[in-house]
């Protein structure tokens, strides 16, 4: 059913506020999985959850890449994952509740050079679905199809002390929407941060925010941010295989997060591309 399944992995909460406790997942294959890659349930503290690669068995059931839920701490990033999803039912590329929480964090967790796809499929689908995150998403890649609703990032909060960096990211969808915020009271800077994203969607709604929005000046009205955010097709060179992009010269950004490389470990410098790849 599941590729890792970790229950209660700090054993105490002083163990996850203290950090002697710190597992690290990098470098695996989960492939064939039924219901989940890792499943971690109840408060954990990870190194890094890295460098995976994700693919789902082809099965209508409920499926998560990825389940961080009731306070799991990631001190050093999840990062250049690849994720493909190929369940019929309801899939999550990321499902965090509560990540980093400022009970047992100093820091918000990074979520940087990541690449998720869900190419089909019924049922609601989520590249990231983020409950009370403290969180930062840097140059992730995200293509989330289906016949259902699809959603880029789904970001759920109305706590200012849950803070979520969205940036550089390109998200594109199907029907349903790139990015989504519950209300337009919580999509303010006071609450998320959103800037230098694509968002594309083939419905032509690239945002919701209470309500949905069709065109960026909609969208940057809505959020009082996203300046240099746009909304173009990405040109894909084989979305089957990959989110590799034929062009890269639209997706220009500032290297918000400063790292180094992308997915493949590329050097990025101070003017970098969108999305995972460059």
Known sequence: YYGMYLYYMGGATTNVTSGTCRVTIDDNNFTNFYCGGIYSYYYSRYKSISYNNFVSRSASTTQYAMYLAYYNVIDSGIMGNKILLQGTSTSYGLYSYYINSSSYSAYPALFANNEIRKLSGGSTNYGAYVYYPRIKMYNNSMLIKGTGTNYGIYHYSTSSSYSCDM??????????????????????????????????????????????QTTLAALRSATGQDAHSISISPSWMDSTVNLELTDYAPFLATNIGNLATDINGTIRASVTIMGAYT
């Open 167 to 212: 940036r550089n990211n390109i998200l594109a969808t199907g029907s349903g929407y790139p990015i989504y915020c519950s209300s337009a009271t919580y999509v303010t800077p006071t609450y998320v941060t959103t800037d230098y994203n694509n968002y594309y969607s083939t419905a032509g709604t690239i945002g919701y925010t209470g309500v949905a």
